[in-house]
């Protein structure tokens, strides 16, 4: 069962252009959430989605950022016009269903978002 | 809003010896998970142990067991005959289980060198 796949695993931008981050969950899990990782810092929570839904995105910047997760392919996280801020790991995380006990999120490897 | 903050950086230890890592968290809810994360070099994030709020018996997972004082809100981290592969930046996180979110919040991290 192959685990949670994101890509590119490294990616770079010029200021302005924009990012496409891709994030297909573990198999039978309809659940994906975003967290972005500063340099020396801990993850921090951007935005949960099921399947053509968005449940909680208050972790996500107003401007520039947006997510989907759509009936059929992976999610994709989007950033335009992106600034040199940007820069961080994205890591994806996803989830089973959830049960009355509560489950583990699994996460992927990440994206090194860099932006020159 | 939950907060989680660990409050050592960087901690070091000599292979075969034990260490422990330092959490506390601020939640006004009695319901909750607590989970402790390893980030080796390659940001892969690896989930090492999770604690339900509401059992008193504190988790074990072979090697590593946890101090969880719900009173005090402070969840530790024991690692016990540290090796060298356990050197990486270790997180605690907090899940709540009332909102629909369902997001982890992780605290800042703390870096642990195992020496040899």
């Known amino acids: 069962n192959a685990g949670v796949m994101q890509n590119p695993r490294h990616l770079v931008r010029r200021r302005g252009q924009e990012a496409r981050l891709r994030c297909s969950p573990m198999k039978g899990h309809s659940h994906v959430y975003w967290y972005r990782q500063l340099p020396e810092e801990g993850l921090k929570f951007m935005v949960y989605l099921q399947k053509e839904n968005i449940i909680d995105e208050s972790g996500m910047p107003k401007e520039r950022f947006s997510a989907e997760f759509p009936k059929e392919g992976p999610s994709i996280l989007r950033i335009q016009q992106v600034v040199r801020g940007d820069s961080a790991a994205y890591f994806c995380a996803s989830s089973p269903a959830l049960l009355a006990g509560g489950t583990e999120q699994y996460f992927g490897p990440g994206t090194r978002l860099t932006v020159t | ?116």
């Open chain 2, 1 to 116: 809003a939950q907060t989680v903050t660990q409050s050592q950086p960087e901690m070091s230890v000599q292979e075969a010896e034990t260490v422990t890592l330092s959490c506390t968290y601020d939640t006004s809810e009695s319901d909750y998970y607590l989970f402790w994360y390893k980030q080796p070099p390659s940001r892969q994030m690896i989930l090492v142990i999770r604690q339900e709020a509401y059992k008193q018996q504190n988790a074990t997972e072979n090697r590593f067991s946890v101090n969880f004082q719900k009173a005090a809100k402070s969840f530790s981290l024991k690692i016990s005959d540290s090796q060298l592969g356990d050197a990486a930046m270790y997180f605690c996180a907090y899940r709540s289980l009332n909102n629909a979110g369902n997001m982890l919040t992780f605290g800042g991290g703390t870096r642990l060198m195992v020496k040899p």
